[in-house]
């Protein structure tokens, strides 16, 4: 019954702009977070930002920090990743998940999405 659908991914130059959309559905209860994780080729899978539904605290990698920001709808179901000033380096599958806040980044959650690729070009 839960569920994530993620959206906005694509190829962009470095410098470049993408937002990401995670429509949620079945998630519930101000204490959970919904955020995003990326993978890249060869690499673990790593939490990039998260949004607490029932205050709107937020959470950011130190890698994308000041350049990424997540926001929520009023209804709390549909969170949106801004990507400004990509880096090749942000290149990975982005995929979107839920848990209790204290819990988001170490997990693990059950439910994701099937992930939309952002590529960063030079």
């Known amino acids: 019954e839960v569920q994530f659908v993620e959206s906005g991914g694509g190829l962009v130059q470095a410098g470049g702009s993408l937002r990401l959309t995670c429509v949620a559905s079945?998630?519930?209860?101000?204490?959970?977070?919904i955020g995003w994780f990326r993978e890249a080729p060869g690499k673990e899978r790593e939490g990039v930002s998260c949004?607490?539904?029932?205050?709107?605290?937020?959470y950011y990698a130190d890698s994308v920090r000041g350049r990424f920001t997540i926001s929520i709808d009023n209804a709390k179901n549909t969170v949106y990743l801004q990507m400004n000033s990509l880096k090749p380096e942000d290149t990975a599958v982005y995929y979107c998940?839920?848990?209790?806040?204290?819990?988001?980044?170490?997990?693990?959650?059950?439910?994701w999405g099937q992930g939309t690729q952002v590529t960063v070009s030079s």
């Open positions: 079945g998630v519930t209860g101000d204490d959970t977070a």
């Open positions: 949004i607490t539904r029932g205050d709107g605290d937020t």
């Open positions: 998940t839920a848990d209790i806040r204290p819990s988001f980044l170490t997990g693990p959650q059950p439910y």
